[in-house]
């Protein structure tokens, strides 16, 4: 019996996601990324003595958006608490947080795995502000030096608790993305997961399979990919599951992952929240939140991802695969609805973004939102296709001109005299070339190679310089060859 059929792991995800507000939570200090150090700051997110906060309302809102999107309840009275603890980044010793009261609570996140649909409860959401950032920069000369940007004191962040519900790294994996793609579509959090804008702790622990009391668990922090998560979780598994197996007990502990050395160290001993001293924050008063308010955040909620792909293989005839990849992500799924309103055949323009618009933005590392043809554009191509003004082929030619230049495909067709060929008398006098400059080939074809039409195809085609229009030559050379052995 092996060690993954005597245990089972037990995950529960924590994740922080920074909301995509202007300003910071309690401050007018702007919560962009990146920026010069320390310059986005003043004395509240410093947590100056005398500096008091004021809750950005935009914050609550996007918040409220997430609870509901994932139909969650909004609590209608929720208490911020200080959260103390020490950090070198966390200048006022404590973090402004939620903690028996939160903003939000329930709430799933469904997920696919081999066509299995799987349901995984959250506990919580709540509203708290970020800490700074520590740098250990390799060229200080000094292999101690620590330095502290605290442009991220007071960036507004939400915090979504899962239950243990998720039982190996690959579900862990797909309740992040499925996770990232819903705040994506509510236009809350950029979900970037490099820059720090969404991170994940992942509390898990393993027991043998049957029993339902759940073993001593470690919370492993620092991954910054849902790949390095899924890693991280295999390593901690295979980790408790030999350790267990060989007499030895589990020591409840924050680890942090190593993503170069593909291990995690200890960082500290796992604390209980009875250690963060939690009390109501003083200077905050109770966040009470109307009906009305949370009914009007409600009514604002786009269209989700799944109920977009169920509408657009009702709407435009495509299979469910095509419609869960065009709504991979919000911005994707617009810019196929925009070329299917000046291209009408909805299977044809998926097909060609699904291959051709995905390969170029794969290749050169870019969002849609940056792809340099634009849906007007990508309709227009699929048109002069579609009315036979070019081939297929010489599509795909026009297309990465299109990519490459800017151009739309009538400029390019037209500059470049590019129009497909379609005249049977300029056709049919370039097939008779061809058969009469191949007298060997027509021979052969004639004593019953038929796959030689293949070649009499290829050299009009070339001999047009791709030009011709591909079903009429093939049409015009059965004509004039005749049957194979005739």
């Known amino acids: 019996m092996t060690s993954k059929q005597r245990y089972e792991p037990v995950i529960g995800l924590e994740v922080h996601a920074q909301l995509l507000t202007d300003s910071k939570i309690f401050c007018g200090c702007r919560s962009a990324y990146g920026g010069v150090a320390n310059a986005q700051t003043c004395p509240v997110c410093l947590g100056l003595p005398g500096a008091l906060p004021v809750l950005n309302r935009r914050a ?127 236009e809350v959090c950029s979900g970037n997961m490099e820059e720090g804008a969404l991170r994940c702790d992942a509390n898990v622990s393993v027991r043998p399979v049957g029993e339902s009391a759940f073993g001593t668990r470690t919370e492993v922090k620092n991954m910054n990919s849902i790949r390095g998560v899924e890693r991280a979780l295999a390593f901690e598994i295979e980790r408790q599951t030999r350790l267990l197996q060989s007499g030895g007990t589990v020591v409840q502990e924050t680890l942090l992952w190593d993503e170069k050395a593909q291990t995690a160290h200890p960082m500290r001993s796992k604390e209980e929240s009875s250690d963060y001293r939690y009390f109501p924050e003083p200077d905050l008063l109770p966040l009470r939140i109307a009906p009305e308010w949370i009914e009007s955040v409600r009514a604002s909620l786009p269209e989700m991802p799944e109920a977009r792909a169920r509408r657009l293989v009702q709407q435009y005839g495509i299979t469910t695969y095509d419609a869960s990849v065009l709504t991979d992500t919000r911005a994707l799924a617009e810019y196929y609805e925009a070329t299917v309103r000046h291209f009408a055949d909805g299977k044809k323009a998926a097909n060609w973004i699904m291959t051709e618009v995905l390969r170029v933005i794969k290749e050169r590392g870019i969002g849609i939102g940056d792809f340099p043809v634009k849906p007007e554009a990508l309709a227009e191509l699929l048109g002069m296709v579609e009315a036979g003004t070019i081939s297929g082929k010489m599509a795909k030619d026009i297309f990465e001109r299109m990519v490459a230049s800017g151009q739309r495909a009538s400029e390019i067709v037209k500059s470049e005299g590019l129009e497909q060929l379609s005249d049977d008398g300029v056709l049919i006098a370039v097939i008779d070339a061809v058969i009469a400059d191949n007298p060997g080939q027509l021979a052969k074809y004639k004593a019953g190679r038929a796959q030689l039409l293949g070649f009499f195809v290829g050299e009009t085609m070339k001999r047009t310089q791709g030009r011709a229009n591909p079903q009429r030559v093939n049409e015009l050379l059965r004509e004039r060859l005749g049957a194979p052995g005739g």
Not at 107 to 123: K, Q, V
């Open 60 to 186: 609550v809102e996007y918040a409220t958006r997430t609870i509901l999107a994932v139909g969650g309840r909004v609590n209608p009275l929720s208490i911020f608490a200080r959260k103390n603890y020490f950090y070198p980044d966390l200048p006022k010793g404590y973090q402004i947080s939620q903690y028996d009261r939160p903003l939000g609570a329930g709430g799933t996140i469904a997920i696919t795995e081999d066509g299995n649909g799987i349901s995984i409860g959250l506990i919580r959401i709540h509203v708290e502000e970020d800490a700074g950032k520590s740098f250990h920069p390799e060229n200080a000369g000094d292999e101690d030096t620590t330095l502290v940007d605290m442009n991220r004191c007071g960036v507004p962040l939400i915090e979504i608790v899962s239950r243990p519900d998720i039982r190996s790294p690959r579900q862990a994996g797909l309740y992040l993305t499925r996770l990232r793609q819903i705040l994506e579509y509510l």
